[in-house]
């Protein structure tokens, strides 16, 4: 049977968002400010220029073109964070260079707790809003990375959690991150779905591996947790991706909460990333993804 895992209360001091200024990329913002806001974060705004081809000379004077372009990003920045940003302490940050590098560097020196990108589907449902090198960020950032898909609904009022859908993979270290879930739940005061595929499970066998399941995935959680967190527990015998997501639409949930393995981050066939890409570009809701 599955251990208890502990709940330790989670702590978001920097939040940083990232934006090329698409509409796709904007639509982040809201999500990263109710976060700030619900944990009282500072939010860091940054963009990132593509690198310049430069001569191999030394200089220290900066090309008035680049003056130009660092301007210009700087006040389409405060442009975006502006009129949102009531109550939530922000800084803006211009950098130039090759963006997993920059943002690296940037979750690095500032301590982000928490990174938040949007998407959009030009490059396919795997592919993030900065390209290729952001798939990169969200499957190697050092804290947990909220993706902001295509099809999420837009934020016109303040975001609220009520509803926290978690997949469970007994066989795996993910189902170490539930702990971030329940954190999440009992700082939203949210009800917690979990939801456990499995597909290969034939007809006349399915109602005693759903009993089992049932058992071993609620054992995970305290029973003091149970009180507050109000734990539902699905089982289904579709795909995970299919599961996941018809049960996020089923139960109108808010958030949906993955934990990733970073040891099969190597292989890009292997699951669970094409799963969590997936979910990413298919959800009704965000999708916070956390390195177990």
């Known amino acids: 049977m599955p251990a208890v895992l502990p709940i330790s209360r989670i702590s978001l001091k920097n939040i940083l968002v990232t934006t090329d200024f698409s509409p796709a990329s904007n639509s982040a913002l809201p999500f990263a400010l109710a976060f700030a806001r619900l944990y009282e974060a500072k939010l860091t705004v940054a963009h990132v220029l593509a690198p310049e081809a430069r001569l191999d000379i030394t200089t ?22 502006r009129p949102q940003q009531a109550g939530v302490a922000y800084a803006l940050l211009v950098e130039q260079g090759d963006l997993a590098d920059v943002i690296s560097e940037i979750i690095r020196e500032n301590e982000i707790d928490l990174v938040v990108l949007g998407t959009h589907g030009r490059r396919g449902l795997t592919k993030l809003v900065l390209g290729s090198h952001a798939e990169t ?37 993910t189902v170490n991150a539930l702990p971030y879930a329940l954190s999440l739940a009992e700082e939203n005061e949210s009800e917690v779905v979990l939801v456990n595929a499995a597909p290969l499970v034939p007809w006349q066998h399915q109602l005693a591996t759903e009993q089992r399941l049932r058992a071993d995935i609620l054992s995970l959680i305290s029973p003091e947790a149970r009180d507050w967190c109000k734990p539902e527990v699905l089982v289904r015998w579709n795909s995970p991706s299919e599961a996941i997501l018809a049960a996020a639409s089923e139960r109108d949930t808010d958030l949906i909460v993955m934990g990733v393995s970073k040891a099969r981050i190597a292989s890009t066939s292997h699951r669970p990333w094409p799963i969590a890409s997936e979910v990413m570009g298919l959800a009704h809701c965000p999708v916070l993804t956390v390195l177990t």
């Open 60 to 81: 220290d004077h900066v090309p008035e073109e680049d003056n130009w372009q660092f301007e210009q990003a700087r006040r389409k920045l405060f442009e975006f964070v």
């Open 137 to 173: 960020i969200y499957r190697h950032a050092a804290c947990p990375v909220l993706t902001v898909g295509p099809k999420a609904r837009v934020q016109l009022q303040p975001w609220k959690i009520k509803r926290i859908l978690f997949p469970v993979d007994l066989e795996s270290k």
